[in-house]
């Protein structure tokens, strides 16, 4: 599991993944996470709009690090600043889905 706070960069609303790309600051680096959710249809489904997402959203984001180490991860949910928080369809069997 991870838990990661940053600001997002990018945000891609596509088939068959959406990916949500996030500066993480650790330690004084800033790293650029790839973020993977479920599909754009999957989102809308959980509320989603294409628009939510908009470079310098500033996002708690809760999934799994790939087993690889890297800078990736798959998406349980996102948690925006005012408390506002959003489920993205994951394919880990462990997602909260409301």
Same mark, same amino acid.
């Given at each position: @599991?991870?838990k990661l706070?940053?600001?997002?960069t990018?945000?891609k609303?596509s088939? @068959?993944? $959406? =990916?949500?790309?996030?500066?993480v600051e650790k330690d /004084?680096?800033?790293v650029? =996470?790839?973020?993977e959710? /479920?599909?754009?249809?999957a989102l809308i489904?959980?509320?989603w709009?294409k628009?939510?997402?908009p470079?310098?959203?500033?996002l708690v984001?809760? /999934?799994w690090?790939?087993?690889?180490?890297?800078?990736?991860?798959?998406?349980? $949910?996102?948690?925006f600043?005012?408390?506002k928080r959003?489920f993205?369809g994951?394919?880990?069997e $462990?997602?909260?889905t409301k």
């Amino acid at each position: @599991p991870v838990k990661l706070t940053g600001k997002v960069t990018e945000m891609k609303f596509s088939n @068959p993944h $959406s =990916w949500i790309y996030l500066d993480v600051e650790k330690d /004084g680096k800033v790293v650029n =996470w790839a973020l993977e959710t /479920g599909a754009a249809n999957a989102l809308i489904r959980r509320g989603w709009k294409k628009g939510d997402l908009p470079a310098g959203t500033v996002l708690v984001v809760d /999934g799994w690090q790939a087993r690889n180490g890297t800078a990736t991860a798959n998406v349980s $949910s996102v948690t925006f600043t005012d408390g506002k928080r959003l489920f993205a369809g994951s394919s880990n069997e $462990s997602a909260e889905t409301k």
